[in-house]
């Protein structure tokens, strides 16, 4: 259904069409045309009516008058039969006497028997009347005849009368039969006879026409110009007469008869659809005029709308991250200052959240930037569903977002909010059509325990999230007293970091792995450790997660392995050139394309071979991105070094990279071997990854053996090497050449017989 304001804009539309007013003048036109046509079908039929009427009151008028005139025959008639000895002049005067008192006839005349003209009456101008036969043809002797017989009157039609003209000759017979004394006949002249029955109107309004049958017409004022499609006729009754009498009215009369409301109607009509389309047309200019406003209007209000919304943008822009759409850094302070003050008011609590996304530096530098950028407004947009009245979501920077929390009235609410915060990462992310589990530590300070205003809550929440990592991936950790002290501590060790590869302030610890078939050692695990000028020497877990968060771990590891080689050089040519180097990589460094070469030019600058030197990475870093670090380790393989698996068995054991990688040596992780003749399930792990690893062809090695139960198990299921602090604590390259010259480490143990 369409909305009424668009039904209205198409009316408004329509009804500026410059057709519109001819349109409504013609509408008009075509009713003011109808009304005059039905109003002079009125006028004619008005016109008919008043012409039958006119038709018959001339045809009735003439019967009576007729009839009159044919009594005062009939009366001279009966005068002749009671005195048949009357003498022509008594009749004569009689005659005159008619004469003088109707004044119509042309004559008054006795014809005798024989039919002939006796007497006559006037004389003068009728003289050749007398002694006329008006028998004169047979059909005239036979009507004559008859009406002497029967004494019944005879009308002899319109003729040719002798005194000239046409007329009329009423017969009225003198008796009957054989007594019959000829006839009084009575002359009339047709124009005087109609001039003196019919009204001067009548005769100027009228073409009058009368027919008899088998006689001649007879027509009377035929000289002005008539209507012929208004003519009407009427039948006389006039004894032995069958008279019809047309009247066909002139041309005026017509005219008079008529109305003006044809025209009347018709003009006013028409000027009502004149002034109705000039009103419409100044409607039209009014509608342009007021649409061409409401246009410039709506072009404003539109120019201001798309202003309000350039500044609304504009506004948004500033306290909204372009990336992931989440309120950027500026806006969450102001907002989390705003919201420490009312909560000041309100004495309720607020939450802050910070956090981290777990391995995100390594995908990014791995997969690239644009899958960074994918994989962050992923996250953001399942965030992002977390935000309401209460809570605000924001992006700072980098992997870090911001998570603020209001109204705050005791710990499980916060507690809550965490728990739908790690919901967000349960299921894996699709990122360039591939999925990726991600995982999010968390940092949190609360307000008012926490701090009092947005910058100490901010750096309290983020000391918090740097204890959080201390612990591990996918967990949180909440801001207590005491962390500010170590986070102190640890800013100064993050800046004292940046120098230490300049002072040259590491050195290298060596941990033996001893051969449980030779009871020898062959192998050694390089241990970095920072002689700290201040604080002593210091273990990886000191330095390492800041090396990592800085970037440094890179040019740490690259430090590693040339002290590594350095060391090989030196022990050339000593008893213990026989030993092998295994250094650690980060998953940076393994993401770092030139690392082939980087190892290659170490060797070859310390002239030591390649297979002195065994590379160790964790399970976990290993399957982060296969195809690349298959890529990686096929060039360090084919270069010519170790490689070995470290941790294995902790959370990403997988089988099929062992088939495919060119893996050498496999570390069992230390948590299998603690309780390796304790618990049962330890034992049976244990014993199926040595059997694994001996199926493919792969050397074991037991981490974190510290008892000589846990070496003889090891030694009995046929695993190949031990490492751990029954042998040897990581100890300096001088001490352990020292213990190895002296043979004080633990190498041999008895055989248990009871497997």
Known sequence: MEKPATVTSKVVRGLLHPLVPVLIFLAFLAIASGLKYGIDNQDRDHIRASLANEAEGMAANLEREFLVHLEAIRRMAQRLEAEPDTTEATWSQDARNYLDDFGVYQAIEWIDRDFVIRWLEPVSGNDDAIGYNVAVSPER???????????????????????????????????SGASNNGFIAGVFQMETLARHLLASRVLDAFHIRIDNPGDQAYEL????????????????????????????????WVKSQGSVWPWATFISVLFMGILTSLTTLLVQLILKRNWALLKTRRELELEIDQRKAVQQDLARLESTDALTGLANRRFFMEDLAHTLSIADRQMRQVALVMMDLDRFQMLNDTLGHQFGDELLIKVSERLNRLSNEKVLVAYSGGDEFMVCQQHVDDLDDVINLLGQIKQCFVEPFEVQRDAHTVTATMGIAV???????????????????YRAKEQGRNTYQFYTEGMQDREVLRLELDKDLSHALANDEFVLYFQPQVDLESAEINSVEALIRWQHPRRGLLPPVEFIPLAEESGRITEIGRWVVMAACRQLAQWQGTDFEHLRIAVNLSGRELDDVHLADHIRESLESNGVPPKRLEVELTEEIFIQNIEHNLDQ?????????HLAIDDF???????????????DLLKIDRSFITDVTERHDDAVITRAVINLAHNLGIQV???????MEQMVFLKN???????????????????????????TLVTDTPVDTEL
């Open 701 to 707: 090695v037991a981490e974190g053996v510290e008892t």
């Open 649 to 663: 068995g902790v959370g990403y054991s997988s089988l099929g990279y062992l088939r495919d990688f060119p893996v």
């Open 447 to 465: 307000y008012p325990q926490s701090g009092l205003d947005a910058d100490t809550l901010m750096r309290n929440a983020d000391v918090a999230l």
């Open 141 to 175: 002797r036979q009507a004559l005849e008859q009406a002497r017989a029967n004494g019944t009157i005879d009308i002899s039609g319109v003729i040719d009368l002798r005194q000239g003209g046409q007329g009329l000759v009423i017969y009225v017979p003198v008796y």
């Open 633 to 641: 380790l096929s060039k360090l393989h084919k270069l010519g070094v």
């Open 221 to 252: 004022n035929t000289t002005g110009q008539a209507a012929p499609e208004y003519s009407h006729t009427v039948q006389i009754d006039l004894p032995t007469l069958n008279w019809a009498l047309t009247l066909t009215p002139s041309a005026w």
């Open 717 to 743: 299921h046929r695993c190949d090497f031990a490492q751990g602090y029954l042998i040897s604590r990581p100890v300096p390259a001088a001490i352990l050449e020292k213990a190895l010259s002296e043979g």
